[in-house]
């Protein structure tokens, strides 16, 4: 089954202390990104990655770091997390075949981020 | 920088009625992408309907369909005989048709509650 699997689904941490969370999908895509959703705001681009070692900036980048080493995992690292980065938090894919408007995003379950 | 914007932060039907989602951007683009994603309580994020700006004829997927009207940059969403199972979070998005980046731009969303 094509699937963008997130983990952990949920945590609650304390300001400071490092965190990752996982993205890994079975679709061998090359893109991948990350999105917070909060409410009210809708999901923003964290971070994004067009393929294996190549990744840039999205619109909220501050406060997170990604690594793309192998492509079909995309993690995302909290080094120093704060309370305003506690949000829910989502990872997903697609192809570069064909339009990109064709390709459809496919998004994890999401990971809610409780930092205390 | 693009934007997308839902006017109605709730709305709410009758189960087996018709409701109009709206939704209008800002591009000086000519070609382009414009999706409907649904977010139940689950929390995934489910493609319901695309539309590529090149392509005068609306979208139609089952019940959903689209109204998009590319001089007004309007593209709300028509869902007919609606069902329990549709209520949820809408969010409408955009996504440049050329560049290294396939982010989605979100609007906040509308939450759609079916009533029986």
């Known amino acids: 089954e094509a699937q963008v699997t997130q983990n952990p689904r949920y945590l609650i941490t304390v300001t400071g202390k490092k965190l990752t969370v996982t993205c890994s999908q079975n679709m061998n895509h090359e893109y991948m990104s990350w999105y917070r959703q909060d409410p009210g705001l809708g999901l923003r681009q964290i971070y994004y990655?067009?393929?294996?070692?190549?990744?840039d900036k999205g619109d909220v980048p501050e406060g997170y770091k990604v690594s793309r080493k192998e492509k079909r995992n995309f993690p995302l690292i909290l080094e120093s997390p704060s309370p305003n980065q506690t949000s829910l938090y989502f990872c997903?894919?697609?192809?570069?075949?064909?339009?990109?408007?064709?390709?459809?995003?496919?998004f994890g379950d999401g990971t809610r981020l409780s930092i205390l | 920088a693009q934007t997308v914007t839902q006017s109605q932060p709730e709305m709410s039907v009758q189960e087996a009625e018709t409701v109009t989602l709206s939704c209008t951007y800002d591009t000086s683009e000519s070609n382009y992408y414009l999706f409907w994603y649904k977010q139940p309580p689950s929390r995934q994020m489910i493609l319901v309907i695309r539309?590529?700006?090149?392509?005068?004829q609306n979208a139609t997927e089952n019940r959903f369909s689209v109204n998009f009207q590319k001089a007004a940059k309007s593209f709300s969403l028509k869902i007919s005989d609606s069902q329990l199972g549709d209520t949820a979070m809408y969010f409408c998005a955009f996504m440049h048709s050329g560049g290294s980046n396939y982010k989605l731009t979100f609007g906040k969303g509308t939450l759609l509650t079916v009533n029986p």
């Open positions: 990655s067009m393929n294996v070692e190549v990744t």
């Open positions: 539309q590529e700006a090149y392509k005068q």
């Open positions: 997903a894919s697609s192809s570069h075949r064909g339009k990109r408007g064709n390709q459809p995003q496919h």
